[in-house]
T-cell receptor
Framework: EPEVTQTPSHQVTQMGQEVILRCVPI?????FYWYRQILGQKVEFLVS????????KSEIFDDQFSVERPDGSNFTLKIRSTKLEDSAMYFC????????????FGQGTRLTVV | RKEVEQDPGPFNVPEGATVAFNCTYS??????FFWYRQDCRKEPKLLMS???SGNEDGRFTAQLNRASQYISLLIRDSKLSDSATYLC???????????????FGSGTKLNVKP
């Protein structure tokens, strides 16, 4: 069964450092997303991406965040200068089409900023 | 007002019980609706989509009431393995014809006990 894969599963970084979280969406999907979940809290939308550009982003997704699809398979989230409050589980997701289709989630990257 | 609201629980039920979860959403233009299941520190996994006519998948029944902006999930004959957090997810894309944006409820925790 096709699945969304994310690497690494756990990333520890020092405050102020840049991190790149990587995702390989399901191959025939066209829409890609990043979500985050702070421990004990709800899943929060960060950004959606379609046709090589951001289609929507939340207020969490400020200038410190960027996304890229560097090739035909990878989808990355970069945090330029990490803060303690960026510590969370980051989930990548993809979906096939726009309406009435579910999103499939990767297993997540646990980011710990120290 | 939150986009998606759920009772956080926890619901503590014995094996074999029937349990129902409810969810309300604020955007009347929402396009599609889902129940996801999330185990501790894991990614959300699709349980079922929710259709206007109501739908059933084994022990699980989902219903949607668009007029009341209300979604429900019924689990019959609860199993120990049903213990998880159940997430109500609503697709309310900014440009609904093209883009997706999945809003998550905070989740309802279910504990099924022997």
């Amino acid at each position: 069964e096709p699945e969304v894969t994310q690497t690494p599963s756990h990333q520890v970084t020092q405050m102020g450092q840049e991190v790149i979280l990587r995702c390989v969406p399901i191959s025939n999907h066209l829409y890609f997303y990043w979500y985050r979940q702070i421990l004990g809290q709800k899943v929060e939308f960060l950004v959606s991406f379609y046709n090589n550009e951001i289609s929507e982003k939340s207020e969490i997704f400020d200038d410190q965040f960027s996304v890229e699809r560097p090739d035909g398979s990878n989808f990355t989230l970069k945090i330029r200068s990490t803060k303690l409050e960026d510590s969370a589980m980051y989930f990548c997701a993809s979906s096939e089409a726009s309406r009435n289709t579910e999103a499939f989630f990767g297993q997540g990257t646990r980011l710990t900023v120290v | 007002r939150k986009e998606v609201e759920q009772d956080p629980g926890p619901f503590n039920v014995p094996e074999g019980a029937t349990v129902a979860f409810n969810c309300t959403y604020s955007n009347s233009a929402s396009q599609s609706f889902f129940w996801y299941r999330q185990d501790c520190r894991k990614e959300p996994k699709l349980l079922m989509s929710v259709y206007s006519s109501g739908n059933e998948d084994g022990r699980f029944t989902a219903q949607l009431n668009r007029a009341s902006q209300y979604i429900s999930l019924l689990i019959r004959d609860s199993k120990l393995s049903d213990s998880a957090t159940y997430l109500c997810v609503v697709n309310s894309g900014l440009h609904a014809a093209l883009f997706n944006k999945f809003y998550f409820g905070s989740g309802t925790k279910l504990n099924v006990k022997p």
